[in-house]
């Protein structure tokens, strides 16, 4: 524990610190602590054995940053009126990927509609909304392919078996 000072320095006569009380340089009655925050033996050894720990005495590290494993959403009869039936609905189609349905025929009926479309500027954020997102999607679909290409790479050089296979697969997977 530290000692924090009030009152000058401790050579300038009395002095007390938030711990204990010296006069002229010596310990009152009023305080069983040294006069010198140096001076307990059980302070400066606490100090020592956190400066010179060979191991750090506070260690945070992510295990999967930027990912939530538990999940984000709470599904109650607070807010669902059927939560059993909810969360059964969502092991199977997620949110995005409802959404993503709806917006894919919420798109093809505005496109249907064409010029007799309303002129609402709703319509036009919606499709622009749209193009951003099938953007994002295409983006993502050609990193997913760059990282499959260095896997691929990598089976190559250390598993050519199953490299020979995986391309086989592929090969006729593309082909149908």
Partial sequence: ???????????????????????????TADSPN???PGADPAAWMRLWSTMFSPV??????????????????????????????????????SYGRQLG??????????????EEAPA???FVQFIEMKKEIDTIKLEAAGERVDRLRADLVALKASRPAEY????DELRRALDD
């Fill in 1 to 27: 524990m530290g000692h924090s000072w009030r009152g000058g320095e401790p050579d300038a006569g009395p002095w007390m610190c938030s711990m204990c009380i010296v006069e002229g340089g010596r310990m």
């Fill in 56 to 93: 750090p005495q506070s260690l945070t590290q992510p295990i999967l940053p930027g990912w939530t494993v538990a999940p984000v959403l709470n599904i109650t009869s607070g807010n669902s009126s059927s939560p059993q039936t909810e969360a059964e609905i969502l092991q199977r189609h």
């Fill in 101 to 114: 349905r709806i917006a894919d025929a919420l798109e093809a009926l505005v496109e249907e509609r064409g």
């Fill in 120 to 122: 609402d500027q709703r």
């Fill in 164 to 167: 020979r296979r995986l391309r």
């Fill in 34 to 36: 040294p006069p010198w």
